[in-house]
């Protein structure tokens, strides 16, 4: 008979990483343990981040914006209202958000979908990449946050 409980925790196992088999004869062992490894980059808090394009369209009117501060508190304006989330950066880079807190202010339909746009980017899980020149990109399920740092 097959113990279940046994093959979900090896799938769950797999799913993290971990090698099936931990021998040291095993290649999955020996791949797993000559991965090099990286530090993971602090992402740049305290700045301003002002948004220049979404996949390559440059937003129409004031632009998104977003400041997160050391207690992992993203504030900003998302192209019609402001907003505030908890965002934290976490392995590989990548953003994980909690539930966003916004005004009610109603504005023209493009501004609305651009503001969901952004939002839905932040708040996606994405990856991020900061450059020595003061851009940061965000890659989420809406496509590529262009931003450069604010004053």
Sequence with gaps: MIDFRLVLTAVALIGLGVPAIASPRHPAAKAADAKPTTPEKAFPLGNTWILQSINGKVPVGEAPSFALDTTMRATGFSGCNTFSMALYPVKDQKLAAGAIALTRKTCDKATMLAERDFLVGLHSLPTWQAS?????????????MQFRRGI
């Excluded at 020595?132 to 590529?144: H, P, S």
């Design 132 to 144: 020595d020149n003061g851009d940061l990109t965000i890659k989420g399920r809406t496509g590529v």
